[in-house]
């Protein structure tokens, strides 16, 4: 690490330490085109098409580390670039310090600064295939080139479908619907009493359709799996989700969330990254949703928290049990 870096790094440390209220996240939505009703509806026809198709969004974890990988392939920073990193608006600079964030909260691994190179090309490839990008988040403009050809809508317009009048989930009736997601379980027992979760609103929301479910990898928190990589597993469940007959996927799993669904879209089917928002569209609460009045409103008595059996020794590690 040059001598300019490390107090780049020193100057970044104190300013987080200092400004911790400003450093919050916020939602940037300046590249947004569509925005609440008019995202959902785009959503709603694009499916309606019946075309192979990417509905996603980044993670911000995953963002963050896409671009660190970025900033360390730069061999020189301007001024401006030095300011960004100190104020925590630009994740990195030359030096790869670690990705400890990508495996904790997004499920990466193992921790080696090596292998963030093929994880970049990964996303990289998934990235282009994206049609609809529900987007959020100001660092997006670094993948301006591979974002050609995405339609921009604001994350509520396609993550809450249920705000909304003709939600894009009525697409979902009489279809095969694969939803993978580490709470299997759980998403198959919610189905069964969906009436109870949305009442009057059921047949829009959660239709009657062909429920596949496809328990995915967890592996954030060190949570051991049989694979060596992130990379083996994100493999065997490409091959295995392969051989599955369904019509349209709904993906919630880290870092494997957004690479699934570009797989699905090369298979020719449709697939929609819900993210941490799948658990939700079931009845399933995690501590995020209990505490935003956009979703919370909607809890009932038969809205279920995550059984124990799909609950982390070290689920508070997490955004503080966001999921959970």
């Known amino acids: 690490m040059k001598n300019i870096e490390f107090i780049a790094y020193c100057l970044r440390k104190a300013y987080r330490h200092t400004h911790k209220k ?20 785009f959503c709603y026809r694009l499916l309606d098409s019946n075309t192979p198709c990417m509905i996603s969004k980044f993670g911000t974890v995953e963002l963050g580390a896409l671009q660190q990988y970025q900033s360390s392939l730069k061999k020189h920073f301007t001024f401006k670039e030095y300011m960004d990193f100190i104020k925590c608006i630009k994740p990195g600079l030359h030096t790869l310090y670690n ?19 093929k994880f970049y090309e990964e996303y990289i490839s998934s990235i282009k295939e994206i049609d609809v990008l529900g987007s959020y988040i ?3 403009k670094d993948f301006e080139s591979e974002l050609t050809n995405a339609k921009r809508v604001n994350i509520e317009g396609y993550y809450y479908p249920f705000l909304f009048k003709n939600p894009w989930t009525k697409i979902l009736k009489g279809k095969k619907v694969l939803v ?8 198959q027992y ?26 995915a990898v967890q592996s954030m928190l060190g949570i051991k ?5 992130w990379f083996e597993a994100l493999e065997h469940m490409k091959l ?12 919630g799993c880290g870092a494997y969330g957004m690479p699934l669904a570009a797989h699905i879209k090369k298979m020719g089917k449709q697939s929609i990254h819900l993210a941490g928002c799948t658990q939700v569209l079931f009845g399933i609460i995690g501590k995020r949703w209990q505490e935003l009045p956009t979703v919370s409103k ?4 038969y809205w279920i928290h995550p059984s124990k059996e799909n609950t982390p020794l070290n689920a508070k590690k997490v955004e503080n049990g966001c999921y959970w």
């Open 22 to 41: 400003q450093l919050q996240f916020k939602q940037y939505t300046s590249y947004v085109e569509l925005w609440n009703q008019d995202a959902n509806d």
């Open 99 to 117: 990705i400890s964030g990508l495996c904790n909260q997004a499920g990466f691994f193992p921790n080696d600064t090596s292998l963030l190179k």
């Open 138 to 140: 100001y660092g997006e």
């Open 180 to 187: 993978i997601h580490p709470f299997s379980e759980d998403i």
């Open 190 to 215: 919610q189905y069964s009493r969906k009436e109870l979760i949305w009442k009057e609103r059921t047949e829009e929301i959660l239709p009657d359709f062909h429920l596949i479910t496809y328990k």
């Open 225 to 229: 799996t049989p694979y060596k990589t």
């Open 240 to 251: 295995e989700i392969s051989d599955i007959d369904f019509d349209i996927a709904l993906i």
């Open 298 to 301: 909607f809890i009932n008595e």
